[in-house]
């Protein structure tokens, strides 16, 4: 195939064995071609700007800047790009964030070789990619109460153990507005205390034990 024609993609991923896989599974490939590989999500902006990849393959858990921030800072700058996410995490709020960035996919590193070349020609084609398993679990982060910022800072801080004194002097906020901001969040995940919060967060992918 005329080099011209082929699909061109970005793949970014932390780990050198999964980058060199897809590379593998990518290059095998006569209408696809590998343009660049990132380890970050700032090197990621970078060669996007530099490459312009038709489809980017984009992890969400990396150093420096994670996917999500990656996804966000490539579509402010191109209006056109076609980024497909693809990550060990398949929780509703990790999809749902990943996919309000601007990604165009979503699938989880398990998938099948082919289901993910074919999620980059339909990326390419403008068409969204999203399995029904995943998208059962967007369906379900919808009509779930959404938790404000502060709120899914104070749960975030609560998952790593800390107590309402730490947490308050984490966020310079009183003990007391964070007892009021634990209640709303007891409330909106429909549980009665931090240990169920906390493990329907790290369930949903709204905090991570790192």
Do not use: W
Not at 55 to 76: F, K, Q, S
Not at 179 to 203: C, P, Y
């Amino acid at each position: 195939m005329n080099q011209s024609n082929m699909i061109r993609v970005l793949i970014v991923d932390d780990h050198p064995v999964v980058r060199q896989g897809l590379v593998a599974i990518v290059e095998l490939e006569p209408d696809l071609t590998v343009v660049g590989i990132a380890g970050d999500g700032c090197s990621a902006v970078e060669a996007f700007r530099q490459q312009r990849p038709d489809v980017t393959l984009m992890d969400l858990r990396m150093p420096e800047m994670g996917g999500v921030d990656a996804i966000t800072a490539i579509c402010a700058e191109f209006d056109n790009a076609r980024i497909v996410v693809l990550t060990t995490y398949d929780g509703d709020e990790d999809i749902y964030r990943g996919l309000r960035a601007g990604a165009k996919g979503y699938l989880l590193k398990d998938a099948d070789p082919d289901e993910l070349l074919e999620a980059i020609r339909a990326v390419h084609r403008g068409q969204t990619c999203i399995p029904p398993a995943v998208g059962a679990k967007l369906a379900e982060r919808m009509v779930i109460p959404q938790l404000s910022d502060r709120e899914l800072e104070v749960l975030r801080l609560m998952a790593t153990g800390k107590s309402n004194q730490e947490i308050g002097t984490a966020l310079c906020i009183t003990e007391r507005t964070v007892k009021f901001h634990i209640n709303n969040i007891l409330s909106k995940l429909g549980v009665h205390d931090r240990t169920q919060a906390v493990l329907v967060a790290l369930k949903r992918g709204i905090a991570h034990l790192d």
